[in-house]
T-cell receptor, first 110, second 115 residues
Framework: QKEVEQDPGPLSVPEGAIVSLNCTYSNSAFQYFMWYRQYSRKGPELLMY????GNKEDGRFTAQVDKSSKYISLFIRDSQPSDSATYLC??????????FGKGNQVVVIP | GAGVSQSPSNKVTEKGKDVELRCDPI?????LYWYRQSLGQGLEFLIY????????KSGLPSDRFSAERTGGSVSTLTIQRTQQEDSAVYLC?????????????FGEGSRLTVL
């Protein structure tokens, strides 16, 4: 079993819809949980990070962590065409070494 | 520039040749990381440098891979006797600290194609 599982299937949604992404993980020692966004031919950029369990909101983005279920989620409200990108979940292994999921390609259709 | 700079952006090489990939981190960032992004595999940790400490090489896939960081700044990733399975995007990232918030600043990557 991989440390971080993210179903890599692409996701197409109409503009204004809610996008829901999730990952599961196996290592209960993870404390920091991140979502990175990667545009085509660019490096990933940090979107949000959450420490331990709970919710964190930043504008249209909400990150949720449920450590008891080893499950994290990212929600994008009122999705925009500019949100079209690949979204990668990541967990911190210590010293900022990250374990990444495979990523979900999201396409927001105008 | 203000961001992490990587070169070359694209490299095509023949199987068996050696390649060097360069990373110039953000000024003042003490931690530097190399990751590999292969189709369908996600990002894979390769190596981590923190200041003058010995690097964490635990992610290097074979002894054909090596990296160094000179003067606590620029880093070079070297792949010897390249194989077709080495084809991937090699991403460098830096961080102002290794304190684990998970915030890494990535470059745009070096896309390696081994024929």
């Amino acid at each position: 079993q991989k440390e971080v599982e993210q179903d890599p299937g692409p996701l197409s949604v109409p503009e204004g819809a809610i996008v829901s992404l999730n990952c599961t993980y196996s290592n209960s020692a993870f404390q920091y949980f991140m979502w990175y966004r990667q545009y085509s031919r660019k490096g990933p950029e940090l979107l949000m990070y959450t420490y331990s369990s709970g919710n964190k909101e930043d504008g249209r983005f909400t990150a949720q962590v449920d450590k008891s279920s080893k499950y994290i989620s990212l929600f994008i409200r009122d999705s925009q065409p500019s949100d079209s990108a690949t979204y990668l979940c990541a967990m911190e292994r210590g010293n900022n070494r990250l374990a990444f999921g495979k990523g979900n390609q999201v396409v927001v259709i105008p | 520039g203000a961001g992490v700079s990587q070169s070359p952006s694209n490299k095509v090489t023949e199987k068996g040749k050696d390649v060097e990939l360069r990373c110039d981190p953000i000024s003042g960032h003490t931690a530097l990381y190399w990751y590999r992004q292969s189709l369908g595999q996600g990002l894979e940790f390769l190596i981590y440098f923190q200041g003058n400490s010995a690097p964490d090489k635990s992610g290097l896939p074979s002894d054909r891979f090596s990296a160094e960081r000179t003067g606590g700044s620029v880093s070079t990733l070297t792949i010897q006797r390249t194989q077709q399975e080495d084809s991937a995007v090699y991403l460098c990232a830096s961080s102002p600290t290794s304190a684990g918030t998970g915030e890494l600043f990535f470059g745009e990557g070096s896309r390696l194609t081994v024929l």
